[in-house]
């Protein structure tokens, strides 16, 4: 009965183990600007690197701009044209400026779906001067 029992759990843990990866969501490994960073100039596109790869129809970015110098009370500002794309590893999600940002506080609200097609979504924030 010990060996039927202790053989059921094992099978359990083994089949536990390979179910694991598929529930994972995918998870920021790195990003550019970095979260919290400050940017010397020239930002012409914000790109977040994932764990796992991505599915280019279901992923996306906003960048707004959340905050301008010498202007109190500024409202959060999309910011036009950007064209949202996966770069050729399918792990980095890619949003190209059709300039460079101006000075101010930025924020990237950023959608992704991986191959588990779940939906997960955050926010990056940043500031250029």
Known sequence: MRHILAS???ACVAVAGFAAPA???PKIVSANPAEGSTAAAKV???SITFSEPLMAA???MDVV???MPGMANHEPMKMTGV???LAADKVTLVAKLPRAL???TYEANWHVVSTDTHRVAGKLNFTVK
């Open 8 to 10: 059921t759990l094992a």
């Open 102 to 104: 101006p000075a101010g």
């Open 58 to 60: 279901m992923s996306g």
């Open 83 to 85: 064209k949202t794309a």
């Open 44 to 46: 012409t596109q914000v």
């Open 23 to 25: 529930l994972a969501h």
């Open 65 to 67: 701009m959340t905050g």
